[in-house]
């Protein structure tokens, strides 16, 4: 049987294998959107976007 899964030993493996590979920073986040979809949303509607129309096509999954 495995060891259960200690999520913040893992969390700070992921971050040093990421310096390791050259990042600068490495982060680990939520994945909860519900406060910055809104604003993202906002941010589109205004066209700030440019020509990334892609971001306008996907901003949203």
């Not at 700070?12 to 294998?17: E, G, L, R």
């Not at 390791?20 to 993202?40: A, R």
Request: net charge negative; proline share 3%; hydrophobic share 40%.
């Amino acid at each position: 049987m495995s060891e259960p899964l200690d999520l913040n030993q893992l969390a700070q493996k992921i971050k040093q294998w990421g310096l390791e590979l050259g990042f600068q920073q490495v982060g680990i986040t939520d994945t909860d959107l519900s406060e910055s979809e809104p604003k993202l949303q906002a941010w589109l509607d205004k066209q700030y976007h440019g020509e990334m129309d892609w971001m306008a096509r996907h901003g949203m999954l």
